[in-house]
């Protein structure tokens, strides 16, 4: 899936490259009708974006994708970054 892609080319330090593959993934799930299990998924891609940011010295990105993660009702009870 791709967000297991992101997190292989995260973990070489392709961090732009990541991104693109994450973005990919949060675009894919607009159309997901179950809202629960969409939230599970942008959550931990929202963070991950936001430390790919971070890598690249984007920090004002960084705080957007951690803000939007932060408005999921997922992100107020247990979204973390590592």
């Known amino acids: ?8 080319l995260f973990t070489g330090g392709a961090y732009r490259e990541a991104m693109d593959v994450y973005i990919t993934c949060l675009t894919a799930m607009r159309n997901e009708d179950d ?15 936001a430390l790919c940011a971070m890598k690249l010295g984007m920090l004002k990105k960084a705080v957007t994708f951690c803000d939007h993660a932060m408005q999921l009702e997922m992100g107020q009870k247990s979204c973390k970054v590592f």
């Open 1 to 8: 899936n791709q967000r297991q892609e992101g997190n292989a």
């Open 35 to 49: 809202s629960r299990s969409r939230e599970a998924i942008q959550c931990p891609v929202l963070t991950n974006l």
